[in-house]
């Protein structure tokens, strides 16, 4: 009787535990996403979600996507001084020469130009004038007089094609587009791909087909005076104008040097101080807390603060992305390395001392073949994820791939130049992963693993 | 008798012989790779240092010029300092809702994305190489590439900027937690499809149980990390206590009293979130 007594007791406590504990699981299952959910809407009001739906430019998406992988070619008469220019993106450093012509433009005269367009579209320039053959449509004709700009447009053009003014007619057809003004006509030719990529216009290999390039890369003749062919295309293509070969690949190198820096400096810096810091090696608790509070400092303090104080010492460059990671990655380092330095096992020391060796022995061969596979991968993890603060901090300080990508997207016209170095990161920040990845298995598992 | 310990001896002189070859090749990798890591070092300090705007000797005597600047003007308007953090609180709320925000946000599209590309629970299994394959290019893109982008598209403001850490947090934690998926017990979710349970209710009743304890302590860093990314994007164009340190500091002198106001409060915060999520996750961590 007693003996049920004592059962029951604690069955029914027990029972009442688990009653409790399920309410309380009850009530956390449907807390926690409910309290997500009001989060959300919080955000959604307080980052004015709504608004910003109207704000969004969408046409400058539109823009940006079509940028990013065609190009367009302007055929400009100047109506001012007269003349006519064909031009890869307008740029200067993208002109044809006088005596080169695109396949799409023939030339009528010295002022004048038949240009097909894509969708059997085509355009006539002669003089300031301009004809826009719309194919089923008819022909839509603009023209300079005096001070005006005449537009004679059939009716059959959808009236949100043309934004015409006195001073400007604007013509954009799903085939091309065409400004007049009283300073310029021009036509955008629109055609697919990243166009000088590798040779400018003034290259003799430009236009050139792969095949035609590597037999004169064997055994042409010199196209290029005193030079071969291979190295003359090699240093086309290196000091290409439009794309900046030469200046990207330095970025790159900038950017990579930046994390390789800062890493490896901050664990040169990091580990002497982290034996300071670790309990078993110092018995001094002051010191001991001396370095910890800088170390939490230093991390605290954060690579952005250090990155502007750094850069008005330094100002601009690599130097200076590389000591701001150097500095916030000490903190991190130490604290790490002071951490494993704590959880060293204390067996492999007291066998060297056994043996008779001296401090410094005993540090040699009791600790550092502990602790060097935990610090390397540490590092080299670091090194894959600074190669992306890196850019960032590149970005800040005006140093590396992040200063040339933010000059892009200012410009806010050469959207293939930043899809082609935002291809450029993810393919640094992946061989970077790659090759640590490799690194740390080799050194980890000393290369019998894969 | 004679032969054997002849023989004895001689294995052991050539043991002894082969360990200290060994040793000395060894000696010779560690001293060639320690002499092409100080080259690496040293030529890419020099480089560096050419290729810096001002140069590393010449900086090295001025770096505490900017910070003295900033010490002394806040400690002159030091009166001004409490009435600046209030007035810069509403920033760093912004600050720390995007890093929410996208934490969250990463963490629940990364919780589905890694329980799809876990080999042992995935829905369709030939979807697991890609998924993994696309969480390694998020993880791959720097925050500031997108948020740039953004920037254009949407104009600056917090929006931007949490969408690029969203973006970044999804891949980072994705890989996380897929590895804690792969360490689940299976027994709960054998016994959830025993009695007919569908995939969705499979992970929710048999592997998220398991697995949230580290699912939040990995959130918790990643939003320690967040704080401070949001922060930086802040500094580029895109809200939040970041572009007030900007403005601040692009006003110069004069208005230093806000710098340092800014700079305090943001060590403040990182710090206290350091501390914060470095106890729970402890807690978490311990309890599992």
Redesign the interface.
């Known amino acids: 009787m007693a003996m049920l007594d004592a059962t029951e007791a604690p069955l029914d406590d027990l029972r009442r535990a688990a009653d409790a504990a399920f309410a309380r699981k009850r009530l956390i299952g449907f807390a926690a996403p409910l309290a ?1 959910l009001v ?2 809407a919080y ?1 959604f009001v ?4 709504l608004e ?1 739906a109207e ?4 046409d ?2 539109a823009v ?1 996507v079509s940028d990013a992988y065609s190009y367009k070619t302007h055929v400009t008469h100047n109506n001012r001084t007269g003349g006519l220019t064909i031009a890869v993106e307008g740029e200067k450093k993208g002109t044809y020469p006088e005596n080169m012509v695109p396949d799409f433009v023939t030339k009528t005269g010295d002022d004048a130009a038949q240009i097909t367009l894509s969708k059997g579209y085509t355009a006539q320039i002669d003089g300031s004038s301009l004809w826009l053959d719309v194919p089923g449509r008819g022909t839509i004709h603009v023209a300079v007089e005096g001070r005006n700009i005449i537009l004679d447009a059939p009716a059959t053009i959808p009236p949100n094609w043309i934004s015409a003014s006195k001073a400007r007619v604007d013509i954009t057809t799903p085939g091309g587009r065409a400004i007049v003004t009283r300073a310029r006509t021009e036509v955008f030719h629109y055609a697919f791909g990243w166009e000088l990529f590798w040779f400018t216009l003034d290259s003799p290999f430009y236009g050139k087909s792969l095949g035609e390039l590597v037999s004169l890369a064997m055994h042409g003749p010199p196209l290029v005076q005193g030079k071969g062919n291979l190295s003359a295309m090699v240093s086309d293509v290196w000091n290409n104008e439009m794309w900046r070969h030469k200046d990207v690949m330095w970025a790159i190198f ?1 950017t990579i ?2 994390a ?2 800062g890493t ?2 901050a664990a040169l810096v990091a580990l002497p101080l982290a034996f300071i810091a670790a309990r078993n090696f110092n018995r001094l608790a002051p010191v001991r807390f001396a370095v910890r509070r800088v170390f ?1 400092f230093v ?7 250090w990155t ?3 850069s ?9 992305g ?1 000591l701001a990671i150097l500095l916030t990655d000490t903190g991190s380092f130490g604290k790490m390395f002071s951490e494993a330095l704590e959880n060293v096992d204390n067996k492999q020391i007291e066998g060297i001392q056994s043996t008779g060796a001296t401090p410094l022995q005993r540090y040699r061969f009791g600790v550092i073949p502990q602790i060097t596979p935990v610090f390397l991968s540490q590092i080299l993890y670091y090194l894959e994820s600074n190669t ?2 890196a ?2 901090i590149g ?2 300080t005006g ?1 590396g791939i ?1 200063l040339l ?2 000059q892009a ?1 200012i410009t ?1 016209k050469d959207w293939e130049e ?1 899809s082609y170095y ?1 291809v450029l ?2 393919v640094m ?2 061989v970077m ?1 790659w090759v640590s990845g490799i690194l740390r298995r080799r050194l980890i598992s000393g290369g019998n693993d894969t | 008798m004679a032969d054997l310990s002849m023989g004895a001896t001689q294995s052991i002189d050539d043991i002894r012989g082969a360990y200290l070859a060994m040793t000395r090749t060894k000696r010779l990798y560690g001293a060639i790779m320690l002499i092409v ?1 100080v080259a ?2 040293t030529s ?2 020099i ?3 050419a ?6 000797w010449n ?2 005597f ?2 505490f ?3 003295g600047e900033v010490l002394a003007e806040a400690r002159e308007k030091a009166a001004n300092l409490p009435g600046l953090m209030v007035k810069f609180f509403p920033s760093l709320i ?1 600050t720390l ?1 995007i890093a ?2 996208s934490t ?1 946000i990463g963490a629940l599209f990364a919780i589905a994305l890694s329980l799809l590309a876990t080999r042992s629970l995935a829905k369709f299994p030939w979807l697991i190489t890609p998924i993994r394959r696309v969480m ?2 998020m993880r ?6 997108i948020a ?2 953004l920037i ?4 600056g ?3 931007a900027a ?1 969408i690029a850490i969203s973006f970044h947090t999804v891949g980072a934690l994705g890989k996380l937690f897929s590895e804690v998926n792969e360490n689940a017990s299976l027994q709960p979710v054998e016994g959830l499809a025993s009695v007919g349970a569908s995939w969705t209710q499979r992970m929710w009743l048999g592997v998220l149980p398991q697995v949230a304890p580290n699912y939040v302590s990995y959130a918790l860093l990643r939003f320690e990390i967040n704080i ?1 990314a949001s ?2 994007l802040g ?2 164009g895109s809200g939040g206590i ?1 572009y007030d ?1 900007k403005t601040a ?1 692009s006003w110069g002198q004069g208005r230093y009293d806000e710098v340092a106001a800014i ?1 305090l409060l ?2 403040l915060t ?2 206290f979130f ?1 501390q914060v999520s470095a106890y729970y996750r402890n807690k978490l961590v311990g309890r599992v």
């Open positions: 997500v989060y959300f955000i307080a980052f004015n979600i910003l704000r969004a430019r969408m400058n998406a940006l900038e040097l930046m390789f820096l490896m400096g939490d991390r605290g303090v954060d690579g952005l603060i502007i104080i750094l008005r010492a330094f100002g601009p460059g690599p130097l200076t590389a992306r603060s850019t960032v970005a800040i140093g992040g990508l933010t997207i806010q930043v935002i990161i993810i920040v992946m992963d | 890591f690496l070092m890419g300090f480089l560096a240092d290729r810096n705007a001002g140069g590393f900086g090295i001025h770096i010029q900017f910070p912004e809702n929410a925000a969250l390694d290019a791959a893109i720097p925050e500031i590439v740039l982008v254009f598209i949407l104009g403001g917090p929006v949490m401070r922060a930086i500094f580029v970041g340190l500091f700079f943001l060590f990182i710090v350091d």
